[in-house]
C-alpha cells in the first residue's frame, strides 16, 4: 500500500488528483474519482457561481468523500466561483493560469486547503508563503494550457524550494510515472488525460475513441504566439490552428476568435472541425476505457511494483 | 534609490540595457511574461526585505517601486 503526508492531509486512500480539466471534470468524473479513494476535482473553468454551486451539489449525492474544484483564475466569474467554493464548505481548492494571492487569505481563513498549480519555483515559492497547503508542479508534457518546463526537470526544482507537499502532474500516465513522480520529490500525482476515458467520464465517445488511439506523436501545442499555448490531439482543427500561428495574414484577434466554445465542442459534441481535443502527451499510453477505481487501483499497483523492484541496480 | 535597483535588477534579468528602461517602462515592454513578474518579484522582495502582495496588479517598474517605498516607510 502506498501512503504519502498528502493522504492524511486530505483525508484520502490514494495520493492521486484527477486534473479539473474544462467541459470534462464533471461531478459525474469527480465523484467516481473519490469513491475509488482519489481527490476528484471539479473544473469550475467558466461557470458562473450558479452553475458551479448546482455541480458541487451534485457531488455531494454522489459521494461522502472529499473532493476539490478547480479555479480557472483567467475566468470572468472567477470572484464568483471563488466565493461559491467558501459557501459550499469545499475542502479542497485547486488554481490553474495564474496567482492565486489575491483569494488566499479568504480561502485559508475558511478552512480550505488550496494547492495552486504552478509551473515556476517563484510561484511555488509565493504561493507557500500566502499560505497553500501543497503545490501541483505540472510540466508542459500535460494536456490544456502548458508551461515550457518538462514534468521531469519542475518537480525537483519544486521540491527543493518549498517544504509543503509537491504534487507531480503532467506525463504520468500508468504506475511507472508514479513511481518516477516520487523519485523527483514528490508525494503525490494528478492526472487528467488517463481519466478522459474513465467510463464515468461524460465526454463526447469520439473524443474517448481519439485519446483511445492516439500514439506517442499525436499531441500538438498552439496558441504560443498568443501567450497561452495548448496541448491537443492533432485534428483538423489543431492542425489549422497551428498553421494560422505562422501566417501573418491572420490575426491574433481572429487566431483567438477560433479558439472561442471550442473546449465545448470536443467535450460535448465530439467536432473535429471545430473542437479542441486536450490531452497530454501520454495519450499513446491509453488503450483502454475503465472505471476510476480500476484505474486508480491499478496504477497504483503498478507503482507499488516498480518501486519495490527499484533497487535492483543498487549494488 | 529605489528606482535605481529596480531598473538595476529589472536589466539584468532581462538583458534590455537599463538606460532604456524608465519608470513609465511596462513588463510587457521588457518582453516580460506573468512568470517572469512573479520571478522578479520574489527577488525584489529578498532585496529590500519588503512583503509584496501580489493581489496589486502590477504593470508598469514605476507601480512596484511605489510599493516598495511605501511599504519600506513602515
Known sequence: MIRTPICEMLGIEYPIFQGGMAWVADASLASAVSNAGGLGIIAAMNSNGEQLRAEIKKCKEMTDKPFGVNVMLMSPFADEAARVVIEENVSVVTTGAGNPSKYMKEWTEAGIKVIPVVPSVALARMVERVGASAVIAEGGESGGHVGEITTMALVPQVASAVSIPVIAAGGIGD??????????????????TRFLVAEECTISGVYKEKVLKAKDIDTITTG???????????????????????????????????????????????????????????????????????????????????????????? | MVLEKVIDMLADYSDVESDKITEDSTFEELGLDSLDTVELIMGIEDEFGVTIEMSDEFKTVGSVVKYIEDNMEQ
Open chain 1, 175 to 192: 504506475g511507472r510515472g508514479i513511481a518516477a513522480a516520487f523519485m523527483l520529490g514528490a508525494v503525490g500525482v494528478q492526472l487528467g
Open chain 1, 224 to 315: 504560443k504566439r498568443l501567450g497561452h499555448p495548448v496541448r491537443s490531439l492533432k485534428t483538423p482543427f489543431s492542425r489549422r490552428m497551428f498553421k494560422c500561428e505562422y501566417d501573418m495574414n491572420v490575426s491574433d484577434e481572429e487566431l483567438e476568435q477560433m479558439g472561442v466554445g471550442s473546449l465545448r465542442k470536443a467535450a460535448r459534441e465530439g467536432d473535429l472541425e471545430n473542437g479542441s481535443f486536450l490531452a497530454g502527451q501520454i495519450a499513446g499510453m491509453v488503450s483502454k476505457t475503465q472505471t476510476c477505481h480500476e484505474i486508480v487501483t491499478e496504477i497504483f499497483e503498478e507503482a507499488e511494483a516498480v518501486l519495490k523492484g527499484a533497487g535492483k541496480w543498487v549494488k
